[in-house]
């Protein structure tokens, strides 16, 4: 009768195998599912997206604007006003500026918190730039739109029914240029001397 087992080193190299597997697996899925998760219960201060606001009502509440770079990100970001006044349900317009004082072509995109915790699952954005992705030519300047609003479900909230500031912040990451700059790039990279002449 043969012996089947499996060599004990092959044995252990399999099992390590399997284990740099399953965290390699767990730390790709970990941001979308993340993300998601703070979506659907709104933890992390996760904000819903809509059509539309749905009317003011009588209530107020004060929603500050707060901005930073991701290290390693060139760009001067920040909020073109600090804070606004609005009515619950009503729909507010802030802008946020982004320059790029750099000589090349920088993409970014823009991840968002809202705080306290317990009121992100009724701060609702209509139109975000931190929905697409942003590219800036060197020095160029642009601001950027974000129409929110505060759901008015806020108010029967136990936990978030007291709050009477809402802060939104933006943290800006530098991201890989599209296709079509690269390529670009690529174009203006080619020596002199290797392009045909005929």
Sequence with gaps: MSDTSMDPKKKTVLQLACVILTMGTLAWASVPLYDLFCRVTGWGGATDVADAAPGAITEEVTVRFDASNAKGMPWEFKPVELKQRIRIG?????????????????????????????????????????????????????????????????????????????????????????????????????????????
């Design 90 to 198: 009503e729909e507010g317009i802030a802008f946020y500026e982004a320059h790029n004082p750099t000589d090349r072509v920088i993409a970014g995109t823009a991840s968002f918190n809202v705080s306290p915790y317990s009121a992100g699952a009724y701060f609702s954005k209509i139109q975000c730039f931190c929905f697409e992705l942003q590219v800036l030519e060197p020095g160029q300047t642009v601001q950027m739109p974000v129409s929110y609003f505060v759901e008015p479900e806020i108010l029967e909230d136990a936990d978030a029914r007291f709050v009477k500031t809402i802060t939104l912040s933006y943290t800006f990451h530098e991201t890989d240029l599209p296709e079509e700059y690269t390529s670009e790039q690529a174009a203006l990279d080619v020596p002199d001397d290797q392009t045909d002449v005929n």
